[in-house]
């Protein structure tokens, strides 16, 4: 019988997967439990074989360490694959199970916990974090013992046209998982607006978050549905439930390839009025989305997942290689570099500061704020954005301002920096413009003198809304007040644009809403010209735009606005649909 499980949808443009089920086992914390002394052999034998075969998957995965891999990875495995033969770990377990009558599990985990604590005891830092060898030794052992994998096997596996599903996945592990054909994801916790659906979005995988006890109830193998558009996930489907989604994954494929003759198209709309439609990248690899959906460049480059899934911080010469990677691919078109905006959601041990952990990350020191505090991290950065911009057309963006003396600080570095590069005979575009991200109302309110000292805004709505409705985007439990048509929200956009249209400085719009097509009306009747969107978005959006009469819609938005609170979301979206058909 078909069982139906609902979430949280994130969709690109495939909202229907069907795949079979990777079951990512939750951290295993096995509990007591005591043996008849007659199955104390069987207990022995079990941990020999879940030894064994953690040992041969640890070979299988150094076995394909990319020559490439610095040498400490290859070191790391090594260590792992001695500890699982140390007496002190196998031994002294064995004799647990024998002395004590329990089985495999536990004794493993007395055994861990003893080790750990003689740990966490040590003096020396570096011996300390030997601690975590044992974790993750124990865990990759306990997986074999209970026969399901783990997030560390998720590296090795085969997983393409598999549905992943897991209590959580990071943004690092979604960058992990890109490229391995991964048909879709389904997750226990995480909000539609968090770094890890962005990502998958970008990606263009089907994502159903916030589906409780998914990886409890959905079985490792079982053939999964996934509807990111409704958030639905359906297990043991009939034959009849089946077909339709298949044909559904059909007509998807024919859109998409309808889709495709707008690539050599104009960006403009019914009266005339072209619209820049730009790509957001996290990965230099994206260019590659960015130009085959035809970018007019990047209007947003997520640096920070340059810091992701590594040992230390990337220094000015990877920065600067990153940089002209994607400027040599965008053939001429510019490229917004956003300043890291790491923090949040989005956290990094890069610095090895023993870093406490904080109660509000999202409202703590983030982004910018993390950048005027550690300039080690923030000076390689700049001074590579800088160089790269000798070699092309590239914007220099800063995220997460909330006043405006972070603004003025960052200027006064960034003349210091020209100054000293000048002396030091590296060039620069001089005029590389400057700009500054939307994304906290106490930003959209100065908007006008942030707008007077930079070159160009761009309205980040995903933090924008977060801040503004007091809503963790990465919440699934509150996702359900997360609206970007709310009327604070929209006020504060119409607020933005405004003021940088009173100081002619050029505003654009990078949050996901800029991708959705159901907005784009909105938008352009708002009086944004520039929106930038994941590269699976852009022909999508931009057949509304070639639909959209923008005289007509300012004209209908104006009206909106002045009764927005007594306008709903569905009426204010039907109003500027009526207007676009009515054109
Ligand atoms: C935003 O907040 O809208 C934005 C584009 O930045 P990010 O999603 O990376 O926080
Ligand atoms: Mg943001």
């Known amino acids: ?78 260590a792992h694959l001695l500890m699982m033969t140390d007496s002190a770990l196998v031994d002294a377990t064995r004799e647990l199970i024998t002395q004590n009558c329990i089985n495999a599990s536990w004794a493993l985990q007395l055994q861990r916990d003893t080790l750990v604590e003689i740990f966490d005891q040590m003096d020396d830092a570096y011996l300390r974090t030997r601690r975590d060898d044992v974790e993750h030794v124990v865990r990759q052992i306990q997986v074999f013992l209970n026969g399901e994998p783990s997030a560390d096997t998720l590296a090795a596996a085969d997983l393409h046209g598999r549905v992943v599903v897991a209590d959580d996945l990071t943004p690092a592990d979604a960058i992990m998982l890109r490229n391995r054909g991964v048909a879709a994801f389904v997750t226990e916790h995480g909000g539609p607006m968090s770094h890890t659906a962005i990502l998958a979005r970008s990606l263009d995988i089907p994502t159903v978050m916030g589906v409780h006890n998914a990886t409890h109830y959905l079985r490792h193998g079982e053939l999964l549905v ?17 077909m339709y989604y298949r044909s559904r994954l059909a007509s998807a494929d024919a859109r998409r390839s309808a889709l495709r003759r707008l690539v050599r198209e104009p960006s403009v709309s019914l009266d005339g009025t072209p619209v820049i439609l730009l790509a957001n990248l996290e990965l230099p690899e994206d260019v590659t989305a960015a130009c085959a959906n035809g970018a007019a460049g990047v209007g947003l480059y997520r640096t920070e997942f340059l810091y992701m899934n590594r040992e230390g911080l990337p220094d000015e010469e990877e920065h600067l290689a990153t940089y002209l990677q994607i400027v040599r691919g965008l053939d001429g078109v510019p490229l917004t570099i956003r300043t890291l905006d790491l923090g949040a959601d989005k956290p990094f041990h890069g610095l090895g500061s023993d870093a406490p952990a904080h109660n509000n990350p999202a409202l703590g020191l983030r982004a910018i704020r993390l950048c005027l505090k550690e300039p080690s991290l923030f000076m390689p950065q700049l ?79 995903n933090d924008l809304v977060q801040y503004t409705l007091a809503i963790d985007r990465t919440d699934d439990a509150v996702s359900y007040l997360y609206d970007p048509l709310h009327p604070a929200v929209l006020r504060l956009i119409k607020w933005t644009i405004d003021a940088a249209a009173e100081s002619r400085t050029r505003v654009s719009m990078c949050g996901e809403m800029a991708g959705d097509p159901r907005y784009t009306a909105l938008l352009l009747g708002l009086g944004l010209r520039e929106l930038s969107m994941q590269p699976g978005s852009l022909l999508e959006v931009k057949e509304r735009v070639r639909g959209c009469d923008i005289a007509a819609l300012e004209h209908e938005v104006r009206g909106i606005m002045d009764h927005l609170d007594d306008i709903s979301s569905q009426h204010l979206l039907d109003r500027l649909a009526e207007v676009s058909l009515a054109t």
């Open 226 to 242: 996934i509807n990111a558009e409704t958030g639905t996930v359906l297990a043991e489907a009939d034959s009849g439930i089946l």
């Open 1 to 78: 019988m078909t069982s139906a499980f609902h979430g949280l949808g994130v969709a690109g443009t495939r909202p229907v997967a069907i795949g079979a089920a990777f079951v990512l086992a939750r951290d295993l914390v096995p509990s007591p439990d005591e043996i008849a002394p007659a199955l104390v052999d069987t207990e022995l034998r079990r941990l020999d074989s879940a030894l064994a075969c953690a040992r041969q998957h640890l070979e299988s995965v150094r076995s394909q360490i990319p020559a490439s891999t610095p040498v400490h990875i290859a070191e790391f495995i090594d």
């Open 383 to 461: 001074r590579a954005i800088l160089r790269a911009s000798a070699e092309g057309p590239i914007r220099l963006m800063i995220p997460m301002i909330s006043s405006l003396s972070e603004v003025d600080q960052v200027l006064t570095i960034i003349s210091q920096t020209r100054r000293a590069m000048r002396r030091d005979g590296l060039p620069f575009d001089p005029l590389m413009p400057i700009g500054g991200m939307i994304e906290v109302p106490a930003a959209a309110l100065v908007a006008g003198a942030l707008a007077r000292r930079l070159d160009f805004l761009s309205i980040g709505t």
